[in-house]
């Protein structure tokens, strides 16, 4: 631990650059998560049969948890959530020192990047740069600058405390805009997916494109709690434990976790997994936590109340799956302030 010191300093870096970091930088910072993420403990991620760790990720049950969902490029986001206290929460201290401390663990729920509708008309913008054979290109470098910074800031935060902050995969982590392996090219606005594959090749060839890569396919797909289970979506149907583990080898797993749309997925999948993963754990108490699908408020229900989505675009929306109690949404899921405090000055 005492990293925090120098993760302000780095983190606040990146939050004022006004550029895309460098192409060796990149590579450097999300090479070395990646061989943090390969090496994780089997007690924290149970290998698969290659002996790479699986798709599970134990959460520690003893330790206040801070999940936050999509995140879409909003590095204020995050250095909210790093700045802030949740006293009610047992975290009586910024979470930043409570990582440092080993009080506290964080969980990204996926969908690091591709800013959301805060930048439909610079998407709008970057499109023409697209068009233009990125000629001109200042549109997608303020895209490129978010997407590279939320990334950054999470390999330093990994790095630093490997054993309680986590990032699950959602399915806008396809830099390839690949077809296949569980993903599916991507375009909202624009043709988003292909754009960013374009800008890459052409800005980050080799080395940094490699790495984002081999980062997204090393992400895990299912954090287990105490009583609750997350992932990035719903899930599609019932997944086994040896399923998720193995999912390097499954697209429908890795599709079943990070795709599902509303009213897609299988009657009683989210209450077949909380009995599956959580022998010790009442189902019918337990909750199930996912973002991917937006919601207008703080939370939305589904699955008969046993699913909570908790992303808004629009807000800095977080949950805090208490330690002694089972989780109540009204009580556990909050919106954060614009706050920066520990990365100003």
Not at 179 to 207: D, I, Q, S, T, W
Not at 261 to 285: K, T
Request: charged content about 25%; overall charge negative; hydrophobic content about 40%.
């Amino acid at each position: 631990m005492g990293n925090s010191a120098e993760l302000i300093h780095a983190l606040r870096h990146i939050s004022e650059r006004r550029r895309p970091p460098s192409a060796q930088e990149t590579a450097a910072e999300l090479a070395a998560v990646c061989r943090v993420l390969d090496a994780e403990h089997p007690h924290l991620r149970p290998p698969d049969s290659g002996g790479l760790p699986g798709g599970v990720v134990n959460l520690r049950p003893e330790l206040p948890l801070v999940a936050l969902p999509d995140i879409h490029g909003r590095q204020e986001f995050i250095l909210a959530a790093l700045s802030a206290s949740y006293p009610d929460h047992g975290i009586q201290e910024p979470l930043l020192y409570a990582l440092d401390a080993g009080r506290a663990q964080l969980l990204f729920v996926g969908d690091y990047v591709h800013a959301e509708a805060r930048a439909r008309e610079r998407w709008m913008r970057a499109f023409k740069e697209f068009s233009g054979g990125f000629k001109k290109h200042a549109a997608m470098d303020q895209e490129m600058n978010e997407n590279l910074g939320v990334l950054q800031t999470f390999a330093l935060l990994k790095q630093a405390y490997p054993d309680i902050v986590h990032g699950l995969k959602g399915n806008h982590e396809n830099i390839s805009n690949e077809e296949g392996e569980g993903n599916h090219a991507f375009g909202k606005f624009v043709l988003e997916g292909a754009m960013v594959v374009e800008y890459m090749e052409r800005f980050y060839p080799g080395a940094p494109f490699e790495a984002v890569y081999r980062l997204e396919k090393s992400l895990p797909l299912l954090a287990v709690g105490s009583s609750f289970l997350m992932s990035h979506a719903e899930p599609a149907r019932f997944f086994g434990r040896e399923e998720v583990i193995e999912y390097r080898s499954s697209p429908e797993v890795v599709e079943g976790l990070t795709w599902t749309d509303n009213d897609q997925a299988e009657p009683g999948s989210v209450y077949a997994m909380l009995e599956h993963f959580l022998r010790y754990s009442e189902p019918h108490e337990a909750m199930y936590l996912g973002g991917h699908r937006p919601v207008e408020s703080l939370y939305a229900l589904r699955a008969e109340g046993r699913y909570v989505q908790f992303h808004n675009p629009a807000r800095y929306v977080v949950a805090l799956p208490p330690v002694n109690r089972l989780f109540d949404p009204e009580r556990d899921v909050l919106e954060l302030q614009m706050n920066r405090t520990l990365f100003d000055g």
